[in-house]
């Protein structure tokens, strides 16, 4: 079974609070979705910020979340801002 922390923008403490969450390999986080993913997680820590959401997005991409598109970007903020 991969590990999730191989995905980028993953370390041990995102690692463990998507563990809580139930997603616990990369690809049940790429069925998940980051912005599920997100929800989940926020719903047992209110403190989840944007930077989480960017670096769940970044996961399921397979890349750096510094590398996310703006418009991605702007999208992520947007639902974000809705929760």
């Known amino acids: 079974m991969a590990s999730l922390k191989e995905l980028p923008n993953i370390g041990p403490v995102l690692e463990e609070k998507l563990r809580e969450v139930g997603i616990d390999t990369p690809k049940a986080l790429r069925e998940t979705g ?9 719903l047992k820590d209110p ?5 989480m959401l960017s670096a769940l997005e970044g996961a399921v991409r397979g890349i750096p979340k510094k590398e996310l598109p703006q418009d991605v970007r702007q999208e992520l903020k947007t639902f974000f801002n809705s929760l």
């Open 34 to 42: 980051s912005r599920e993913a997100f929800v989940r997680i926020r």
């Open 47 to 51: 403190t989840a910020c944007l930077h």
